[in-house]
């Protein structure tokens, strides 16, 4: 497994939780890369990405203001600090790496996806 994310659980409304993603390989300090997330019922939507060197962000509508993306690519690792949550924010939250260096809110620019990690808020 190269991408390894862990941090969920379960948390109420309102509640903070910072996810991880450990790259074991080490590959993708010159990528951009990702976390993307899986509702019950629903289908893989994008939650937020970032460039290669971190400058660059982006994020869904849906936890814009609420989540944060960053990177340490010194320690080989992506983090996504989740605020506010709210039950809508329910799913399993993978991470990935990206094929280029730039941001990408699509599932098909990414090449690496890590096993998700699953994150449960209650109202």
């Known amino acids: 497994v190269q991408l390894q994310a862990s941090g969920g659980g379960l948390v109420q409304a309102g509640d903070s939780l910072t996810l991880l993603c450990t790259d074991s390989?080490?590959?993708?300090?010159?990528?951009?890369m990702g976390w993307f997330r899986r509702a019950p019922g629903k289908d893989r939507e994008f939650v937020a990405s970032?460039?290669?060197?971190?400058?660059?962000?982006d994020y869904a509508h849906s936890v814009k203001g609420r989540f944060t993306i960053s990177r340490d690519n010194a320690k080989n690792t992506l983090y996504l600090r989740m605020n506010s949550l709210k039950p809508e924010d329910t799913a399993v939250y993978y991470c990935?790496?990206?094929?280029?260096?730039?941001?990408?809110?699509?599932?098909?620019?990414?090449?690496?996806w890590g096993q998700g990690t699953q994150v449960t808020v209650s109202s």
């Open positions: 990935a790496t990206a094929l280029r260096s730039g941001t990408s809110s699509s599932t098909s620019s990414y090449r690496y």
């Open positions: 390989r080490r590959t993708s300090s010159n990528n951009g």
């Open positions: 970032i460039s290669w060197n971190g400058g660059s962000t």
